[in-house]
């Protein structure tokens, strides 16, 4: 595992909507039900647009993902033959659990599957997601195993667990095979249950990087941070994270605090790859005239692509 470098892991997602909609931390748990099921999904060209930058600014795609049940299945599949195609390669899916046909449908432009524990306290996890259980999850790992994808899952810290719930973890890992897990500290939200708790500290997302990391010298570790927690990049990549992700990367490009994050990376003796303040030389017509998609499609594309330059020029 190359601890050497660092780099930013872009989240790629395509739509608010979740069918799940109460998971207690989450905004999702905020809106009225008429709401959850109009907030609509992005255009294919703003998702296209968004793989073309990742791609030229360094930064890695960590996974696709959006609210459940947003696209009908056939639909999901076009998106994610495309994105790969943009992308150059396969991608990972958080995008619940899916069956073994669903795995199996998705597998010519996946990578690997992600499942969204966010918490391994398993009483806490029936009271913080309680209409998204653990045991769906865990049988989709079973079957992506049998398949030869790759595993992910996401944890989120602050939620309730000590780090005594650690050992859970551990188990966890290994009996699934997780060879990517995503650890994100919570992010108190509005109306939540939540609104008014502090965010973890981060020497406390740290601790779970750690022991993480020690468990498993070879896991790939993903940490995610806040624009409001770029301070503690330095901490949790000494701690043992590969890589950065929840910064909102395009609105902030170029800001004090995209440079603060590359900054960490440096006081962590990292070098970061890819850039999240100074945009290349690229001929951006080009990388968009190069693929292999209908004109109008790569019109919109174009169009897309300068809407964003222009917003992440803006700092
Ligand atoms: S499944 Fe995801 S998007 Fe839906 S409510 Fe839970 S955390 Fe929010």
Redesign the pocket.
Known sequence: MNLKTTCFERALFFS?Y??????T?????TQPKFNKEKLARRTTESLLAEVILCKNLGWELGFVSG??KAYKKVEFLELLSKIKQVYGKKVWINV?ALSKAELIQNQPYIKGVVA?I?TINYELHKKV?P??PIKPFEDMLVEAQRLGLEKGMTLIVGLGETIDDFELLKNFIKKYSITKIHIYGLNPQKGTMFENSEPPSAEYQAEWIRKTRQAFPDIDIQCGIWVDRVGYVSTLLRAGANSISKFPAIKYFGSKQAGEVERQARLAGRKFKGTLTKLPEVDWDKEVDKLDLNDGLKEKIEQKLRAYLKKMKSH
Not at 18 to 23: E, I, L, Q, R, T
């Open positions: 608010w979740c069918a799940v909609g109460d998971c931390y989450c905004y999702m748990s609210g459940q619940g969204s966010e997601c209409s998204k």
